[in-house]
């Protein structure tokens, strides 16, 4: 079996995290990744609420995602910094007429490819429709433009969850002017689920693994600072919402791990805070 040691502690642990729900492949993904006794290290983690609650967080995202995907349609997908998420691989096992790619970058996307092929190889899968599993820099408008063109003729929707905060305004910008080029001429929308917004209340302390990685990266630094000032950067350049998603409280399989008093005091938490992200699909014009 394939030394999965490269994979970053901070991936490692969000996949273990996300094993928890009934996200597609995830939990044999954390299976074969960390081990399958690994289950049993994880009660501890249950008990704290801010684990729960990033839980939920991270299957909120995901989910909006496929909420609006599912709205909107659409048979030619390419998916940006997917990282040891499978939803390429759950619409191409589920949809005959689908053509998924799958990108990453390089060490992310190769150990993403083994996993994927270990799926269909041991839970003898048989895909209708069609799935590449690419390394991609998705601010290399070159190697972006060369994955575009394996899709067949037609509109594109270009996905990501976990990417727009960690890129900085220039960066963002450079994104946003690839991805308009390539919808105006193709059509089709971006969907993003990274319209995260500063708040100035902190939830949780900023000892543990989790919050080092996210100052290491600038993530707050790198959030917009509202939502009216998002659709602004979007709209200057070129894009406008097409859609926003709901609620997905109804799908979220994590809930199962709060008291009800624990999940009353949450939905009390989130009412006062507000709202930290979106999901949007946004259009060019």
């Known amino acids: 079996m394939r030394d999965y040691s ?17 996200i597609p492949f995830i939990a044999d993904a954390a ?13 501890g983690l249950l008990e704290k609420e801010t ?22 349609g659409g048979k030619n997908i390419i998916e940006l ?19 998924y790619a799958d990108t990453d970058l390089p060490e992310v996307i190769e150990i993403k490819a083994d996993l994927t092929t270990q799926f269909i190889e041991q839970q003898q899968l048989e895909l209708q429709g069609e799935l590449l599993t690419l390394p991609l820099n998705a601010l290399d408008e070159g190697e972006f433009r060369k994955i575009t063109g394996l899709l067949p003729p037609g509109p594109v929707n270009i996905v990501n969850e976990g990417l727009l905060m960690y890129l900085n305004t220039v960066e ?12 105006k001429e193709r059509g089709g929308y971006w969907i993003t689920a990274d319209i995260y ?6 939830l949780t302390s900023g000892n543990d693994m989790f919050n080092r990685f996210l100052e290491a990266h600038n993530v707050e630094e790198n959030k917009f600072e509202s939502f009216e000032q998002a659709e602004q950067f979007f709209y200057k350049q070129g894009f406008r919402i097409h859609h926003k998603a709901g ?31 979106e999901t949007w699909a946004l259009i060019p014009f």
């Open 81 to 99: 910094s997917s990282g040891y998420s499978f939803r390429g691989l759950h619409m191409t096992l589920n949809h005959p007429d689908v053509f």
């Open 197 to 202: 917004v500063r708040k100035d209340i902190k």
């Open 6 to 22: 490269s994979i970053s502690p901070s991936a490692k642990s969000l996949l273990l995290m996300k094993g928890l729900t009934d």
């Open 172 to 183: 963002k910008e450079k994104l946003c002017k690839i991805i308009h080029r390539i919808l």
């Open 31 to 43: 299976k074969l990744v960390w081990g399958k006794d690994t289950v049993k290290n994880l009660p």
């Open 247 to 277: 609620p997905v409280w109804h799908h979220l399989s994590a809930l199962k791990y709060m008291e009800q008093d624990q999940l009353t005091q949450l939905v009390q938490q989130a009412g006062k805070l507000g709202k930290i992200r």
């Open 51 to 72: 684990f729960i609650k990033r839980l939920i967080h991270f299957e909120a995202r995901y989910k909006s995602v496929d909420m609006v995907m599912e709205l909107i």
